[in-house]
């Protein structure tokens, strides 16, 4: 390991995303199988979101799990093996439980197992996690409760995201999106009235001018797994022809939710908010984060943090934020998809991106354990493409070690105002 990754493992982070809810991350009943389940290793056996022409009854990460034993393991551990997804959580589990470190086999399951089922019935694991992935800070999406307070639920070192899907999606007080958030329930939930669609805009300005007390630091637009992420200008009296509608057309509801969309951009401008935008794989036929442009040449004054590296579209996110000053990116994800696309990406996002500012990073977990083997992977592969921009002469140790800082922590500091 060369000086500058062992100086880079040795970072603190601020962890700017990921999925830490109270009913997986304070549950007692966590046990080995589950970690995989809950985990992205889980993505290798079911995907977790329908597809338009899908249905289902419930999110597979929340549903009951088969008893654990080696049969139930071993689809993801032999038959899934060369996925990075399950490679990352191996690499976790086996350094926070040393029996696991050489790997899950068919005569150390039980024992890790019991250990597993042991850690999570222990009230500080995860925060010990945490601590020893060098964690200060965790910027959750709590997409089962969009506006829960973090500090009440998991403690001081913790913000959140503000999901808005539901909120695009609530034109009748029925509507709900692919988490079965209802917007309607929850503004009402905070006191807000939806009786007409006037008091629902207001409700929405009241919920975002509130956020940063309740330790809210964004809005996060997950609609790529509801709809095509194209935004058209829509005026308030088309969108205000949906409400109440109980199957508007297709295209009704497009118009509703792209007057939402532009709504919450205002929003964040005002208020001094951030907007994530997810990209990439989900509906991908409507994820190119090209279909984003429009939107945001309309909303110059509204800072887009655009995340995933839009695999498998992350040059044309790059040409984007070279063009877009209003552009950040957060590298979550990609690096547990694909590690050596991830650092072509990270190479070529160096050379494009205007300056150091511009570049973040989280977990994007449900499990501490993923999460901590999420950060040293990142860790890893910024170190090895890093310390090789130094020994080709690109720049040197000192800037190399700078710019790692700020992308492990300074930058998301800097960006969510924390």
């Known amino acids: 390991m060369s000086d500058l990754e062992e100086f880079i493992a040795q970072l603190p982070v601020c962890d700017v995303h990921e999925h830490h809810i109270p009913e997986l991350i304070h549950s007692s009943k966590v046990d080995l199988l589950k970690l995989f389940q809950q985990s992205y290793a889980g993505w290798t056996q079911e995907r977790p979101y329908p597809l338009p022409s899908e249905t289902r009854d419930v999110d597979p990460m929340l549903s009951d799990s088969p008893a654990t034993n080696w049969d139930s393991l071993k689809p993801y551990i032999e038959e899934s093996g060369s996925s990075m997804f399950v490679r990352n959580l191996l690499q976790g589990i086996g350094e926070l439980y040393p029996i696991a470190r050489d790997g899950i086999t068919k005569s150390n399951w039980q024992e890790l197992d019991q250990q597993v089922r042991s850690n999570h019935q222990t009230p500080d694991w995860r925060n010990t996690v945490l601590r020893r992935a060098k964690i200060e800070h965790v910027i959750t999406d709590p997409y089962s409760n969009p506006l829960l307070d973090p500090v009440e639920t998991f403690g001081k070192n913790y913000s959140s995201v503000v999901r808005m899907n539901a909120f695009a999606l609530g034109w009748h007080p029925q509507s709900r999106d692919h988490n079965e958030n209802n917007a309607h329930e929850l503004l009402e939930g905070q006191g807000l009235s939806t009786n007409t669609f006037e008091q629902y805009l207001e409700s929405l300005e009241t919920l975002?001018?509130?956020?940063?007390?309740?330790?809210?630091?964004?809005?996060?637009?997950?609609?790529?797994?509801?709809?095509?992420?194209h935004f058209d200008p829509t005026s308030r009296d088309q969108a205000k022809a949906i409400w109440g509608q109980a199957s508007p057309s297709a295209e009704g509801q497009k118009a509703f939710g792209d007057f939402i969309v532009d709504h919450f951009c205002d929003l964040c401008a005002q208020y001094e908010l951030p907007m994530q935008v997810h990209l990439g794989t989900a509906i991908i036929r409507g994820s190119n984060p090209m279909n984003l442009a429009p939107l945001i040449e309309r909303h110059p004054k509204t800072r887009f943090l655009l995340m995933h590296l839009a695999y498998p579209w992350s040059r044309e996110l790059l040409g984007m934020a070279f063009v877009y000053r209003n552009i950040w990116l957060d590298l979550t994800w990609a690096a547990l998809l694909s590690p050596s696309h991830f650092k072509l990406a990270l190479n070529e996002a160096l050379e494009v991106l205007p300056d150091d500012s511009r570049m973040m990073f989280g977990g994007d977990n449900w499990h501490v354990e993923e999460t901590f083997g999420t950060i040293n992977t990142f860790k890893s592969l910024i170190g090895e493409v890093l310390q090789a921009k130094v020994v080709a002469g690109y720049f040197p140790f000192d800037h190399a070690s700078r710019l790692a800082s700020r992308i492990l922590k300074d930058n998301a500091v800097d960006f969510f105002g924390l």
Do not use: T
């Open 208 to 229: 975002v001018k509130s956020m940063r007390g309740k330790n809210q630091v964004a809005i996060k637009n997950a609609l790529a797994y509801d709809r095509f992420l």
